[in-house]
């Protein structure tokens, strides 16, 4: 797949990029007021502001960021309303935090999901700092599939919705991607969408649950992206991968049928690419082909011969050979 040729490219912003004179100021001015439209200041007795923000544009007004920072105040004031800014976003903290708005303080449980409105002014407190993550959408696109959308939602989200968690780990996957066609961006911010609409409105109340594709597509990529960083462990089983995401194993099968696939082939055959690649790398000439096969998750050395022919249509080492 190529990268789309026009959508901004990943975007880092860090308080350690300013070295001079009057650091908290030009940190309020520059990267608050002027980069991410919201004021920000330590909070009382913490260290001075320390923060890391890594934007990933996906396109048609979608973004995902994740942000690193100490204890700190994030306040989105009514002089950062711009007109059209109403783009709504859904927010997680890996320790936990409050907003406060004109109606009072909302307390967001550490790994609490909450839904929020650029449109609305509001202050993040951050008391312990840590790592947060929020998924950005256009309101005009979620207004097409949620009937009376209120101008700026405010809302907590219940802990036993799958939905956020869904959305949030597939749109971190989107953007730790390197490359995305237009069409496939164009298809996850659907599934986002939905998966977001779903959200908004109370079941019965002026939307459809997520179809199939919007809880799918999202569900099988993120299990897709476990397996394969746990790919070099012989142990590694339908059933731990059905444990990890909540679902059942025949669940898990299911959703690798819609590929036309199975569990199994998915893991022998990203098993055999890597040993495949390994085998092509000159740095890993020295290895033996036994050593490089065992650690790549494989435990019986004929079978695995067999596949490596099968797919490829040579033996190891004729790939070695041809490197």
């Known amino acids: 797949m190529q990268q789309t040729p026009d959508l901004p490219q990943r975007l880092r912003i860090s308080s350690r990029d300013y070295t001079g004179r009057d650091k908290a100021e030009a940190l309020r001015e520059l990267f608050g007021r002027a980069l991410m439209r919201v004021d920000l200041w330590p909070c009382e007795g913490a260290a001075p502001l320390d923060f890391t923000v890594t934007l990933m544009p996906l396109g048609a007004g979608a973004a995902y960021a994740h942000s690193a920072h ?12 711009g ?23 909302l307390e967001i449980p550490a790994g609490g999901f909450v839904l929020h409105s650029k449109a609305r002014a509001h202050e993040f407190i951050h008391l312990w700092g840590g790592q947060t993550a929020s998924l950005q959408l256009p309101r005009a696109a979620l207004a097409q599939q949620v009937a009376r959308l209120e101008e700026a939602p405010l809302r907590l989200l219940r802990s036993d919705m799958p939905e956020p968690a869904l959305a949030m780990g ?8 390197p490359a995305l066609s237009e069409p496939l ?14 959200m908004l409105t109370p079941a019965g109340q002026g939307t459809q649950p997520p179809g199939s594709d919007a809880l799918d597509v999202p569900r099988l990529a993120l299990i897709q992206r476990d397996i394969l960083a746990r790919i070099a462990q012989p142990e590694l089983s339908l059933a731990q991968i059905a444990r990890l995401h909540h679902l059942t194993p025949r669940q898990v099968q299911r959703l690798f049928a819609r590929e036309g696939t199975c569990f199994s082939d998915f893991v022998r055959g990203a098993r055999l690419e890597r040993v495949r690649a390994a085998l092509a790398d000159p740095g890993q000439r020295h290895r033996r082909v036994l050593q490089i096969v065992l650690d790549n998750g494989f435990d019986d050395f004929s ?18 050979a041809t490197a």
């Open 170 to 177: 597939y749109a971190q996957l989107l953007a730790g991607s």
């Open 70 to 81: 100490t204890p700190a105040h994030f306040e989105h004031k009514p002089a950062h309303l």
């Open 185 to 198: 961006l164009q298809s996850a911010r659907s599934h986002l969408q939905e998966l977001m609409a779903s």
């Open 83 to 105: 007109a059209g800014a109403d783009d709504l976003l859904l927010t997680t903290t890996q320790d936990g935090c409050a907003i406060r708005t004109t109606g009072g303080d």
């Open 303 to 320: 079978a695995f011969s067999r596949a490596f022919r099968r797919r490829f249509g040579m033996t190891p080492t004729d790939v070695r």
